[in-house]
C-alpha cells in the first residue's frame, strides 16, 4: 500500500495541474477580455484608426467654365497641369527629398522640408509645374511622393483682355474682372455680387489604398463626381479688342500719361464690344505689373467729366422746351460770375468763376454753337435756365450717382451734389465738375442718345451654357431718358463738334460722327484743382444712325497734347474707325 510520500507526490502533482490550469483560465479570460475591448469596447475607435491609415479622402474641383468671346475665340479656358505632393508619414528621408525636389523644381528646399516634416496624409510640394518636370521627380522614386493631375487657368489673349476676364489664382479662386463676379470663391459666403456659373460645384473621391500609398484596384471606393461650371459668351470682339489695347498704349506712350481707358457699346443692345486699359496685366503670370493695373478704372474710376458732361445738361433744357438748337444765348462772355467779385478771388468753381478756353468778346451763341465751341459760359447759361430740380432729375435718368448694374464687380455710382442752394454747385454740373461719373457712366449717356433716347444696361456675358449646349440668355434693363425728337438734336449737335467745332481731330474717313471733347483739372488730396488734367473724349457713329459709342479717357497726359482734342479724340478716331468695319457698318454715301 502507498505511504505518505506517495501522498504528498499525488497532492503535489495536483497543485501543479491546478496551477497550470488557473493560468492558462486567466490567459484565455485576458485573451478574451482584450478581444471584448478590441471588439466591442474600442471596435469604432480602432476602425477609425484603420480607415485613416488604408482610406484616402480627396476633394475633386470641379472643371471651371470656359470664357468666349462673341465669336467663339477663347478668352480663358482650363488645361491639365501636375501638381507634386507628398505623404509625410510615408517620407523616408525628408531632407534629402526636400533637397532632390527643390533642385529639379527651382524652389528652395528648406520650405520643403517644412512641408515635409508637418505630418498629415498630404502636402503640395510644387503646384502646377511642365510635365517633364514632374517625370523627372518621379523618375528619382522617392518614397512617399506623388504626382497628380490639377486644373490651370490660360488666357490666350494675354494682357489685351485682362481687365475684362480677370483671373484665377493657384487655388482656382477668381480674381477680377469676370473671373470673379461668376465664380464665387469658397470663402465668399453669400456675396451679394455673386453669380456662381463658372466654378462648378467639387466633388469628392475616398478610396482605399495600400503602404505605399497607391489605390487598391478592388478595395473600397466611394465618388461623388464633380458638377462642371457653364460656359460664359460675351460681347467682346477680340480682334476690336486688340485694336483698341493697342491704340491705348500708343496713347499712353504718345502722350506720357498715367493711363489710358477705352469702352466701345452697342448703341442699341449695352453689349461691350471693347474694354481695354493700359497699363495692363498677364492674367496668367501678373508679373512686373506697372501701377495698378488690376483695378479696372472704366467702371471703379471716378472723375470729374468736364465739357463731356455738356451734352446732358443741353439734352435737359431741350427735352424740357427751355431751349431749341437755334436758341439764342445772349451775352456770352469769356468768363462770368456767379458769386460777385468771384474772379477777383479765383479762377476756379470753387470761387465762382468760370472762364471759356480762349479770351473772346462778349457775343450771342447759338445753342448749337454753344456746343461746337464748349463754352463754359455759354453751356452754365443754357443749364441756369433749368430749375435745380430739373437738371438732378436728368443726371439720375442718364445714369449718374447709381451704379449702371453691369456684370463686373466693384462698380462706382458715382456722385453729385443736390443741393439746389448752391448756385456755384449747379453752375459747375452744368460744365462737368462737381460731378464724379465713370467712364462706362458716360459711354451709357452717350448710347441713350444714340438709341433715340433709350438707356440700356450695359453688359458683358450676353449666354450662359451648360454642359447639355442650355443656352441661358441675359436680358438688359432699358429706360427712357429724353424724347426721340430730343436725341435726334442732341446727336446734330455733337456731329457739330466734329465738324466745325473743338473736334476736328475726332472725324472718320467715310463716316459722320458726332461727340464731346473733356478736359478736367484734378483735384489733390486737399481739395485743390491741380495743372494736371483728365482728357476725354466720348462720341458716337454713324450720327444718322449710330451702332457704336466709343469712350477715350487718358488720365495725367503730360506733353502739350493733354487735352480732350488732341490726347483723347485721335485714340476715339482710331477706335471707332476699327469698330465700324468689325460691324459691317457701310460708309455713309
Known amino acids: 500500500m502507498p505511504g505518505r510520500g506517495a501522498g504528498r507526490r499525488l497532492n503535489t502533482t495536483t497543485i501543479r495541474m491546478v496551477s497550470v490550469i488557473v493560468i492558462f483560465v486567466l490567459a484565455w479570460v485576458g485573451l478574451g477580455y482584450r478581444l471584448f475591448q478590441v471588439q466591442v469596447v474600442k471596435a469604432d475607435e480602432l476602425r477609425e484608426l484603420g480607415d485613416r491609415q488604408r482610406m484616402v479622402e480627396r476633394t475633386l474641383p470641379p472643371q471651371r467654365g470656359t470664357i468666349f468671346d462673341r465669336n467663339g475665340d477663347l478668352l480663358a479656358t482650363t488645361v491639365d497641369a501636375q501638381s507634386i505632393y507628398a505623404v509625410p508619414n510615408e517620407v523616408k528621408d525628408p531632407v534629402l527629398t526636400a533637397q532632390q525636389v527643390g533642385i529639379i523644381t527651382a524652389q528652395p528646399w528648406e520650405p520643403i522640408l517644412e512641408r515635409l516634416q508637418s505630418g498629415g496624409n498630404f502636402v503640395y ?12 521627380v518621379m523618375d528619382i522614386g522617392l518614397a ?48 451679394d455680387d455673386c453669380d456662381d456659373v463658372l466654378r462648378g460645384t467639387p466633388g469628392s473621391i475616398l478610396y482605399e489604398r495600400d503602404r505605399l500609398g497607391n489605390p487598391i484596384p478592388q478595395g473600397r471606393r466611394e465618388e461623388v463626381p464633380p458638377v462642371p461650371g457653364l460656359d460664359l459668351v460675351t460681347s467682346i470682339d477680340l480682334p476690336l479688342q486688340y485694336s483698341a489695347q493697342e491704340s491705348c498704349r500708343a496713347a499712353r506712350e504718345r502722350t506720357e500719361a498715367t493711363a489710358c481707358w477705352i469702352v466701345v457699346l452697342d448703341v442699341e443692345s449695352g453689349e461691350v464690344l471693347a474694354l481695354a486699359g493700359a497699363p495692363a496685366f498677364n492674367p496668367e ?32 433744357a431741350l427735352d ?4 431749341e438748337a437755334n436758341t439764342v444765348i445772349p451775352s456770352v ?5 456767379i458769386n460777385p467779385g468771384a474772379c477777383a478771388s479765383g479762377t476756379d468753381d470753387i470761387y465762382g468763376c468760370y472762364s471759356d478756353a480762349a479770351p473772346h468778346p462778349t457775343e450771342s451763341m ?25 437738371l438732378y432729375e436728368y443726371l439720375e435718368r442718364f445714369g449718374f450717382g447709381t451704379t449702371t448694374g453691369i456684370d463686373l464687380s466693384g462698380e462706382a455710382a458715382g456722385a453729385y451734389n443736390d443741393d439746389a442752394s448752391c448756385e456755384v454747385c449747379i453752375a459747375s454740373m452744368s460744365i462737368g465738375y462737381t460731378v464724379a461719373a465713370t467712364p462706362l457712366q458716360m459711354a451709357t449717356a452717350y448710347a441713350a442718345i444714340g438709341n433715340d ?9 450676353t449666354d450662359k451654357v451648360d454642359a447639355d449646349g442650355s443656352i441661358v440668355e441675359v436680358q438688359p434693363e432699358t429706360r427712357r431718358v429724353v424724347s426721340e425728337e430730343t436725341a435726334a438734336t442732341v446727336r446734330e449737335l455733337l456731329a457739330g463738334v466734329v465738324e466745325s467745332g473743338t473736334a476736328s481731330n475726332a472725324k472718320v474717313s467715310g463716316y459722320r460722327v458726332g461727340g464731346k471733347t473733356g478736359t478736367a483739372n484734378k483735384i489733390d488730396e486737399n481739395g ?25 479717357v487718358v488720365d495725367e497726359p503730360k506733353t502739350k497734347a493733354r487735352f480732350g482734342a488732341t490726347a483723347a479724340a485721335p485714340v476715339f478716331s482710331e477706335v471707332m474707325e476699327q469698330a465700324l468695319h468689325r460691324m459691317g457698318v457701310t460708309p455713309d454715301g
Request: proline share 5%.
Open 144 to 191: 512617399g511622393v506623388f504626382t497628380e493631375t490639377e486644373a490651370s487657368r490660360e488666357y490666350p489673349a494675354g494682357d489685351s483682355a485682362a481687365q475684362v476676364v480677370g483671373y484665377v489664382d493657384i487655388d482656382g479662386n477668381g480674381n477680377e474682372g469676370l473671373e470673379y463676379q461668376y465664380g464665387c470663391n469658397q470663402d465668399d459666403g453669400e456675396r
Open 528 to 552: 485743390n484743382y491741380t495743372n494736371e488734367t483728365t482728357a476725354s473724349f466720348v462720341g458716337l457713329a454713324p450720327i444718322d444712325d449710330p451702332k457704336v459709342v466709343v469712350g477715350v
Open 320 to 323: 424740357s422746351d427751355v431751349v
Open 333 to 337: 462772355a469769356s468768363r462770368i460770375e
Open 125 to 136: 510640394l510644387a503646384r502646377q509645374v511642365e510635365p517633364e518636370i514632374a517625370t523627372q
Open 453 to 461: 433716347g433709350v438707356w440700356t444696361q450695359p453688359h458683358i456675358v
Open 366 to 390: 447759338r445753342v448749337s454753337e454753344v456746343i461746337a465751341r464748349s463754352s463754359n459760359v455759354g453751356t452754365i447759361k443754357i443749364g441756369q435756365r433749368l430749375e435745380p430740380e430739373t
Open 285 to 316: 503670370t501678373r508679373l512686373d505689373a506697372e501701377g495698378n493695373p488690376f483695378s479696372n478704372f472704366v467702371v471703379r474710376g471716378q472723375y470729374e467729366p468736364g465739357s463731356i458732361q455738356k451734352m446732358v445738361t443741353v439734352s435737359a
